[in-house]
């Protein structure tokens, strides 16, 4: 018997295909619109440097402003000598002309400065440094954050000239007017020291009385007159006991030396120094005769103090007495009569001041050289 196979009748087999496959992606559409899918990672950033680099920002001209800093303007130079060779610790001070406020900065050992934070003003730079001319720059006006470099700073050297300013002392004055009693000789020759033909001449320091005492004491002329002295004495026997020759004439030399240099230490520097008188004598030289005969022979007991006041003239009268006294011991003993000695040297002493005055009065001035040509005016007739 022969079978037959039959078939089940249903759907047709290529439709059940299609609509499986659209059933699966509308399952995965589905799905997809869900859950969501991770970025993809950047691209690695390239390993090779950049063929061009940033520039480093620089400050702008003179002139010019920095756009995003509008409210920092700045000043800024570098200090150099005339050779070219920088300055540090220059001080550089910056005055706002608007209300005189300052600023102070040293240069670093480059030269360099900066002011920096400044609002826009007109400013005005000095510059200052050891061993060189101050330097000041002309108004510089600053526009919002501007940056301007002082251009072409050279300080250039001082000068060498200096205001000094001289005070002359009445110690110097009378340091000068004595210098010129130094220059005055009778003849040209023998020392006129002691007069004064400068009325209102300032009174001498106790250490220019003793400088000008030694002065005529070692003055070459005195040497000289007192060995002349001592010759004449020699020839005529005088003071006997010193005997003759050279041994002789060397006491008489040292005694009249003696009797100069005792003399004016004491009677011209001691005690003019202690008791504040004026050893010198003052030309009068206005008047009549008599009242210049009588002003000069009273400059022997009557001198000027160093108050300007005439007073009497212990120097002078104390110092003859002292000169006759202290002779007593390097004269001869045979020549020693004691105080009757002494005294009467005193007085001739006093009588040889006497006749010296009179010829400073009458005849000196005449006949000597270095005498001002122009001296202070001279006192009320």
């Known amino acids: ?23 699966t992606l509308l399952t995965l559409r589905t799905n997809a619109q869900s859950v969501p899918i991770a970025p993809a990672p950047p691209p690695p950033e390239p390993t090779t440097a950049p063929t061009n680099p940033p520039q480093q920002q620089l400050p702008e001209s003179p002139g010019q402003t920095n756009p995003d800093r509008d409210s920092d303007a700045r000043i800024y130079g570098t200090i150099t000598d005339p050779h070219g060779n920088v300055l540090p610790a220059a001080t550089v001070t910056l005055a706002a002309a608007a209300n005189q406020s300052r600023q102070t900065t040293l240069t670093d050992v480059n030269g360099f400065f900066t002011f920096q934070n400044l609002p826009a003003s007109a400013f005005r730079i000095t510059i200052t440094a050891r061993g060189f001319a101050n330097w000041t720059s002309p108004e510089i006006t600053l526009s919002p954050g501007q940056y301007y470099e002082l251009p072409d700073t050279t300080l250039q050297v001082a000068s060498a000239n200096a205001s000094v300013e001289v005070t002359f002392t009445r110690y110097d004055l009378a340091q000068e007017q004595i210098k010129a009693q130094e220059q005055q000789r009778i003849l040209g020759v023998l020392p006129n020291f002691y007069a004064s033909y400068v009325w209102h001449a300032v009174p001498m320091t106790p250490g220019q009385k003793f400088r000008l005492a030694l002065r005529s004491s070692i003055d070459p002329v005195t040497f000289a007159v007192d ?15 010193y005997g003759q020759g ?60 160093d108050n300007g006041h005439d007073q009497p003239n212990y120097s002078n009268v104390l110092g003859n007495l002292a000169a006759a006294g202290i002779s007593n011991l390097y004269y ?26 009179l010829l400073q009065e009458f005849l000196l001035k005449k006949i000597s050289h270095g005498i001002p040509r122009e001296p202070n005016p001279q006192p009320p007739q």
């Open 1 to 23: 018997m022969n079978q037959t196979t039959q078939q089940r009748p249903g759907i047709p087999a290529q439709p059940l295909v299609v609509a499986a496959v659209l059933i």
């Open 227 to 241: 060995g002349a002295t001592a010759g004449i004495e020699q020839a005529q026997n005088a003071f006997s006991g």
């Open 332 to 357: 001869p003993s045979s020549n020693r009569n004691g105080a009757e000695v002494t005294i009467e040297n005193a007085l001739i002493g006093t009588a040889e001041g006497t006749v010296s005055a």
């Open 246 to 305: 050279a041994q002789g004439y060397a006491k008489r030399f040292g005694a009249a030396y003696g009797d100069d240099v005792i003399s004016t230490m004491i009677g011209a520097a001691i005690l003019p120094s202690v008791l504040h008188q004026d050893p010198r004598y003052f030309y009068k030289g206005t008047g009549s005769v008599p009242s210049r005969a009588i002003y000069a022979i009273s400059r022997v007991v009557i001198c000027r103090g």
